[in-house]
C-alpha cells in the first residue's frame, strides 16, 4: 500500500469515528492519521534502501556532483567540483575570481568541495569563472579547464 493510499484511508476512517467518539479520543485519531501510514510504508521504504545498498545501485544511480538542488544556474560545473575535488588538499583554501562569495552558487561550491574553504584572499588554488587565468592576470603553475571555468594551482 503505498503511502498516499494509507494516509488516505488513516483520514477518512478518522474523519468517519470523529462523529461519534469523545474529544479525548479525536486526539488519538489525530496522531493515528499521523502515524499509521508511516508505519505501514516504512518496511517497504526500508527493504528498498537495505536492497539497494548491498547492491552498490544507490551510489550508481545518481552523479557525484549535480547542479545545485534549488538552482539549475548556467554557472553551475559539476566537472569543475570534481576537479577541485581532485587536484586540491583537503586542508587547503580556494579563492576566486569574478565570483562572490554572499551566492547560492558559491554557497553551494563550498558545500560541494567541503572541507576545503573558500575565501577571498589569494590562495595556492584559485576558480576563475568566466576567463583564462592570464585574462586574470595570474600566473599558473598548473591549470585545468571545465568549459568557461578553470581551476588554477599557483
Do not use: C
Not at 488519538?28 to 492519521?33: C, G, I, N, Q
Request: charged share 20%; aromatic share 10%; net charge positive.
Amino acid at each position: 500500500m503505498s503511502t498516499a493510499a494509507a494516509t488516505a484511508v488513516a483520514f477518512a476512517v478518522a474523519a468517519a469515528l470523529s462523529f461519534f467518539v469523545p474529544q479525548r479520543i479525536r486526539l488519538l485519531l489525530v496522531a493515528a492519521v499521523l502515524v499509521v501510514p508511516i508505519l505501514l510504508a516504512a518496511p517497504r521504504f526500508l527493504r528498498a534502501e537495505v536492497r539497494d545498498a548491498r547492491s552498490g545501485l544507490a551510489s550508481t544511480r545518481a552523479p557525484r556532483y549535480s547542479s545545485p538542488p534549488p538552482f539549475k544556474w548556467r554557472k553551475a560545473n559539476p566537472a569543475l567540483l570534481a576537479g577541485i575535488v581532485e587536484h586540491v588538499p583537503a586542508h587547503e583554501s580556494v579563492s576566486m575570481v569574478n565570483g562572490n562569495l554572499e551566492t547560492g552558487l558559491t554557497r553551494w561550491i563550498a558545500y560541494s568541495i567541503a572541507p576545503r574553504q573558500l575565501t577571498d584572499d589569494p590562495a595556492h588554488w584559485t576558480i576563475v569563472f568566466g576567463e583564462t587565468p592570464a585574462e586574470a592576470g595570474l600566473q599558473p603553475a598548473h591549470e585545468w579547464r571545465y568549459r568557461r571555468d578553470w581551476l588554477v594551482e599557483r
